[in-house]
């Protein structure tokens, strides 16, 4: 093949993941992903004031039994020393919910 013409294939080929990616319906993950890392893996990650760490199940355990609703009006309204909306308030419920369902995604496995 012609040499310059490979970066064009490789943009071709870069937008097809993207349009594969979105059609499959992980839009919704990669949001909540995103804004996590914005907004709530500052304690989120490491634990901070007693935050339970995502990824971790054992922090998690008690909490998720509460179900969704419950941990993302928690999230909404703030819960002990957790801050409503993370301290975002610009952050929408349905945003909050991508979130919380991130975080819950992450954190009953191991
Ligand atoms: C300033 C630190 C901080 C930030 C930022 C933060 N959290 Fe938290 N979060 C906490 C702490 C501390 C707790 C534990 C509260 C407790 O159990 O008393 C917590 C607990 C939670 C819980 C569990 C609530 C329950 O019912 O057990 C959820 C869900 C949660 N946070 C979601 C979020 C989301 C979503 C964001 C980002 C939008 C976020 N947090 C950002 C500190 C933080």
Redesign the pocket.
């Given at each position: 093949m012609n040499r310059q013409f490979l970066p064009v294939v490789k943009a071709g080929v870069l937008w097809l993941c993207v349009g594969l990616v979105s059609g499959c319906g992980n839009k919704e993950a990669e949001t909540g992903s995103l804004?996590?890392q914005q907004?709530?893996k500052?304690?989120?990650a490491q634990g901070?004031?007693?935050?339970?760490i995502v990824g971790r199940s054992v922090a998690w355990e008690?909490?998720l039994v509460?179900g969704e609703d419950?941990?993302?009006q928690?999230?909404m309204e703030g819960?002990?020393?957790?801050?409503a909306?993370?301290?975002?308030s610009e952050?929408s419920e349905p945003e909050?919910r991508l979130?919380?369902r991130y975080?819950m995604s992450q954190s009953g496995k191991e």
């Open positions: 804004l996590y907004n709530c500052v304690c989120h901070i004031n007693g935050a339970p008690k909490r509460q419950v941990l993302v928690h999230a819960y002990g020393l957790m801050p909306k993370g301290g975002n952050l909050v979130v919380v975080m």
